[in-house]
């Protein structure tokens, strides 16, 4: 590369976890550093360009205020390519796991009558407004992943990451099958790979953070724990934690009240 | 009782050439075509491997953009003519993407060459029709030039090139010269010769290229062998026009598109019921594709 | 062929002494029911009783992932084979499983050769281990239930010893510097071989009439036997992850974030995956569910019985226990065989 790419690490609503993923990669923050001009980074320098044409933006977040959607036009029009890190960007995310709560429910639930300052729209990930050309899902983003996709932008390359499910990669550490073996709700087939099947590999059934497989087999997934004595609704609200837009749109989670 | 492995068979096993590395070779030209077809042409940086890389026509290559990945790609140019391997590439992926991106004399990565090709040597002493449609004419052209150059050892040659319009014809400049020759029939047609200004005025046909067998009279179709790539909407014609001349099913060769990602028959994903793609083709005759339902979908 | 025996009051001291030969892997207990290879720590970590790891021993030559080459200076590409000079000694591994690395050492020493798999093989011993079958066992109609070879030694176990088996001259070696663990055998023996052996038969449960079953797949191509599976399939891929002779791989491209130093990896891959046969420019070859499960059995059942005349499936039942949503395959050909 001739010219260090310019860009940009934004945060809509969301925790800043995968920014923080990103300061996280502590012996690598020299040569990011060196290879790109960061002009905009909020959470982690001061004096940022707020104007110039980015090559690249990394979104991280949710839009779940209108000023997060003004934000995110604002970043989609002075940026050639967009990243959405994250599962919040990329498939809506825990602040999107109520969604088919109508907002002023939810509202009023949490806040009381009484006060009525909160902004709050229907939660819905970076690509449901706005053109999104790499996506990298995870809660956080796992950093092997990021540094992949950055090394590759930097080479000129779009991207790839590979679309298996966490039941390979969990296979290929021989964990004991948590729903094989021990008939727990695991999201490892619906959720696609990338973090070496983290969860699972502690005995803690995959709770599906990284989002669905390009192609997840719903009716086989639920027949598949309905036959081990689950009820529907367990699994709903498992499939509920952070992808609720995608499941919504397959209208399989529709009937959580 | 012999065993069937033994430790010296493992040992001689683990002494082979090791097939999974590319040989480094340089990107001396670029040639640009049509729109997203380029020419591209290499050379080892070994120069012992510019004499000794043997090849047939309609062989690949696996070639590695270094830093982006690895794409099998089909060579153009012929083992009669040595020194530089030419490659039809179009901009597809990725890694072609990439290619696309480099500059002159760079480096890349180039090992094979791999597939079964045209089986040249059955082919001699018979006459050669090679059709292509749109982007088919790659592989192809490396067959033509093979016979070409050995022009004694074939009989009868037709060559018949549809594409949709001038501007998509590759190797336009080459072919529209050989329809001067005398040694070959050399037919090309285009659905719709547009002109604008200061185009290259289009000499060929006007139509589909099933429509250029009309041109051709007397085809001995029992000693001819056809060799055809294109389009699945191109094989669906060309076939049915072939079959209805009585041409054998076997004599008619095709060139089928997989994903061959290690070329050596490993790696599974070129496979069709229990042939591969990267072995046993990219040329197949018909008579294969008809008795393995997944090969092909017109 | 040499055979000895070994007492059970023995058997510590052999496993102690494989050490000798190169680092030592055994089957260990993971969980209730789950099994790895893994390096022995102490002999008293071995699970004599198990039936099938998680991963066959397919990993030790064909890694789940793993780097080919390198490249850092514009120029070479360097070989990088993993563990190219560790001498590993496996332990335990049942005739399913030998049988299943002689099929890989026909996928991967056909045609071209995969260097990489035999550089390991070629420093690694075999020591087989008899077993009884359960319910998931279908060796026995796949011809795996017993080897004759692909092992250096084969330990059968008798009530208070083993048979040993020297099954290559590196086994020989291993018994004669043992020999004071070793004893003759005797006709005793041989009569509790046949009696172990006779009662093992009478233990296998689970069926599969392969006769003729490449041509009742040709019939059966579009049976609604592959419709249904897809429906009931997820295509999680742990079925071939598991797989004793599934060997699919992809390749990619690692780079260095700095873009200067290049790994070429290869990943185990299942033609389950959606993505399996997509082509450059996105053409999906089997976008189908239904297309890519049945592809994967007639692999097993016809492809691989046209190119080397024996099905690549060892009935070894780790698909069938792995599988979440419990798909038998077993079950599956009987259907396609009208036998259910």
């Not at chain 1, 070496?196 to 192609?215: K, L, M, T």
């Not at chain 1, 027949?223 to 709903?236: N, S, V």
């Not at chain 2, 049915?240 to 054998?248: A, G, T, V, W, Y």
């Not at chain 3, 024996?310 to 070894?316: F, V, Y």
Request: charged share 25%.
């Amino acid at each position: 590369m001739n010219k260090k790419p310019k860009i940009g690490i934004f945060g809509l609503t969301s925790c800043a976890g995968d920014q923080l993923a990103i300061l996280n990669c502590e012996d690598e923050l020299i040569t990011i550093a060196d290879a790109f001009d960061i002009l905009d980074w909020e959470m982690a320098k001061t004096n940022n360009d707020k104007v110039t044409e980015l090559d690249i933006a990394f979104v991280e977040g949710v839009v779940a205020q209108t000023r997060d959607l003004e934000a995110l036009q604002a970043i989609r029009k002075r940026s050639k390519l967009l990243v959405a890190i994250g599962t919040c960007a990329v498939w809506g995310g825990v602040a999107a796991m109520k969604n088919q709560i109508p907002r002023e429910i939810l509202k009023k639930e949490v806040y009381g009558e009484e006060i009525n300052v909160v902004d709050a729209v229907e939660a819905l990930p970076v690509r449901s407004f706005v053109k999104t050309d790499i996506l990298l899902p995870g809660c956080p983003i796992e950093k092997e992943q990021f540094l992949q996709i950055a090394a590759s932008l930097l080479h000129g390359d779009l991207p790839e990451l590979l679309n298996f499910s966490v039941c390979s990669e969990c296979k290929m550490r021989e964990n004991p099958c948590l729903v094989v073996e021990k008939g727990e709700v695991c999201c490892g087939a619906l959720t696609v790979s990338g973090c070496n099947a983290r969860c699972p590999s502690h005995n803690i059934p995959c709770g599906g953070c990284h989002g669905p497989i390009e192609e997840v087999h719903y009716d086989a997934n639920y027949t598949m724990f309905e036959q081990r004595g689950i009820t529907k609704e367990e699994i709903q609200n498992k499939m509920a934690n952070f992808a609720t837009p995608a499941w919504m749109g397959q209208k399989l989670i529709s009937e959580i009240k | 009782m012999t065993p069937q492995h033994t430790l010296l068979d493992y040992s001689s096993k683990a002494r082979v050439e090791n097939v999974m590395i590319p040989h480094i070779a340089r990107l001396v030209r670029v040639i640009p075509m049509v729109q997203d077809n380029y020419l591209f042409l290499f050379r080892f940086e070994d120069p012992h491997l510019n004499e000794t890389f043997i090849y047939k026509p309609g062989q690949f290559v696996e070639l590695t953009v270094i830093g982006t990945g690895e794409a099998p790609i089909s060579i153009s140019s012929t083992p009669t003519r040595k020194g530089v391997l030419e490659m039809c590439v179009r901009r597809m992926g990725r890694v072609t993407n990439a290619l696309y991106n480099l500059p002159e004399n760079s480096f890349v990565g180039l090992r094979g060459p791999y597939g079964n090709g045209y089986p040249v040597d059955d082919m001699k002493g018979h006459d050669v029709l090679i059709i292509a449609g749109g982007l088919g004419m790659a592989p192809l052209r490396s067959l033509l030039n093979y016979i070409l150059d050995n022009r004694n050892q074939f009989g009868r040659l037709i060559l018949m090139y549809g594409t949709k319009t001038p501007d998509d014809v590759l190797f336009r400049d080459e072919l529209e010269s050989l329809t001067r020759r005398g040694d070959l029939e050399c037919l090309l047609a285009v659905e719709q010769a547009y002109q604008y200004p200061g185009a290259h005025p289009w000499r060929g046909k006007i139509g589909l290229v099933t429509d250029l067998f009309q041109y051709v009279k007397n085809i001995n179709v029992p000693n001819t062998i056809a060799a055809i790539c294109g389009p699945p909407i191109f094989y669906k014609f060309v076939l049915e026009k072939l079959l209805k001349m009585n041409f054998s099913k076997d004599h008619i060769l095709m060139s089928l598109e997989r994903r061959m990602e290690c070329g050596v028959g490993k790696c599974g994903h070129c496979a069709i019921g229990y042939k591969y793609t990267c072995i046993d083709g990219p040329i197949f005759t018909y008579w294969d594709v008809i008795n393995m339902p997944e090969l092909i979908e017109f | 062929m040499k055979i000895l025996k070994l007492p059970k009051a023995n058997f510590n001291k052999f496993l102690l002494g494989l050490n000798n030969y190169g680092e030592v892997h055994i089957p260990k207990k993971k969980s209730e029911e789950t099994y790895v290879f893994a390096p022995m720590e102490d002999p008293s970590e071995v699970a004599l009783e198990y039936l099938r790891t998680v991963i066959p021993p397919k990993k030790y030559f064909f890694k789940p992932k793993e780097a080919l080459f390198k490249h850092s200076d514009g120029k070479n590409f360097i070989e990088h084979i993993e563990d190219v000079n560790k001498k590993l000694i496996l332990f335990g591994l049942h005739p399913c499983d030998i049988h299943g690395l002689k099929i890989l050492d026909i996928v991967f020493g056909t045609g071209y050769i995969d260097k990489y798999y035999f550089a390991r093989r070629k420093n690694t011993l075999i020591i087989g281990l008899s077993c009884m079958p359960d319910e998931k066992c279908f060796c026995r109609s796949m011809g795996t239930d017993a080897t004759e070879d692909g092992f250096d030694l084969f330990l059968s176990e008798l009530k208070n010893s083993y048979l040993v088996t020297v099954g290559s001259s590196q086994g020989d070696d291993i018994t004669n510097d043992m020999k004071d663990l070793l004893t003759e055998i005797t006709r005793k023996d041989t009569n509790e071989y046949l009696k172990i052996r006779n009662e093992r038969k009478k233990r296998f449960t689970l069926q599969l009439d392969i006769s003729d079953l490449p041509y009742i797949l040709e019939l059966q191509r579009e049976s609604e036997v592959w419709e249904d599976l897809g429906k009931k399939c997820l295509c999680c891929g742990s079925c071939s992850m598991v797989c004793p002779t599934c060997s699919c791989f992809n390749i990619y491209d690692k780079l260095s974030l700095d873009t200067k130093q290049t790994e070429r990896v290869r990943q185990w891959d299942s033609c389950l995956f959606k993505d399996y046969a997509v082509v450059a420019g996105g053409h999906n070859f089997r976008a189908n569910r239904a297309d890519r499960v049945r592809n994967r059995y007639y692999h097993k059942q016809h492809g691989f019985v046209t190119q080397f005349g024996k099905p690549s499936c060892t009935g070894c039942g780790r698909c069938i226990q792995y599988c979440p949503t419990q798909i038998h395959v077993v079950e599956v050909f009987n259907k396609v065989r009208g036998e259910d």
